[in-house]
């Protein structure tokens, strides 16, 4: 399939996968911070920004799947070693906190989805978020975001599962270290989409939202047939 037919504004959402404050901005400590300190070494959050207004500007839904914790922890299962190390923090990406918070540079615009989960490590296990996309008609995600080790490749398998089409990004997502995360784009993403660029993506939201130019004339259609 054509990334132009595959994208098409009218059945695709652009899904960004945990880029908070919290885990690839500002405000990541601990484990965290070496994750942020690749997204911004590797201009991921630059490269998402570009794509988030591309997008916004051609119709495309935006959606930020974010992860916060409730102070009781209620719904988490501490039964991985990344959830066992990364909550030795107490406040760690509590509800509402900033730490929770998209990036800044990436909005939210006013007419993106947050969708919020207090629990997992991907985002459509135990959540509405399927429910969300097919209410507005969408098909095919364009995936972006932290981080390709587990996160954005847990959500991946959920969706292609639930009869998604999928795009992931190479210059918007980032696993850790580096390389892994090149590894798993050219080894494991290639077999469950379309691995490609944000500036690809964006050429073809725009080749979509031009207008049509004028028919041609019979002499034109004649030359071009001859």
Do not use: C, K
């Not at 901005?25 to 942020?36: H, N, T």
């Not at 997992?120 to 932290?146: E, H, P």
């Not at 599962?161 to 850790?176: E, K, P």
């Not at 080749?207 to 034109?220: F, H, M, N, Q, V």
Request: hydrophobic share 45%.
């Amino acid at each position: 399939m054509q990334l132009a037919t595959l994208v098409d504004p009218a059945h695709t959402a652009v899904l960004v996968s945990e880029m908070q404050r919290g885990i690839a901005g500002d405000l990541a400590a601990g484990p965290l911070a070496v994750l942020a300190t690749a997204v911004r070494e590797h201009g991921v959050a630059d490269a998402l920004a570009t794509l988030l207004d591309g997008a916004r500007r051609a119709g495309v839904d935006v959606v930020h799947a974010t992860i916060q914790y409730r102070p009781d922890r209620a719904g988490v299962s501490m039964n991985t070693p990344f959830l066992a190390v990364s909550l030795r923090d107490p406040d760690h990406l509590l509800v509402g906190s900033d730490q929770a918070e998209v990036m800044p540079e990436l909005g939210p615009a006013p007419t993106d989805i947050v969708h919020a989960r207090t629990h997992g490590m991907s985002a459509f296990t135990g959540t509405d978020l399927d429910v969300i996309l097919r209410s507005r008609g969408i098909r095919t995600l364009v995936i972006g975001g932290v981080s390709l080790n587990e996160a954005i490749i847990g959500a991946a398998i959920e969706a292609a599962n639930l009869g998604y089409r999928l795009v992931i990004l190479r210059d918007g997502s980032l696993g850790v270290p580096y390389q892994f995360g090149e590894d798993m784009l050219r080894h494991a993403f290639a077999l469950l989409g379309t691995v490609t660029t944000t500036t690809a993506v964006l050429e073809a939201w725009q080749a979509s939202t031009l207008p049509a130019g004028p028919p041609a004339s019979p002499s034109t259609a004649a030359e071009a047939l001859s």
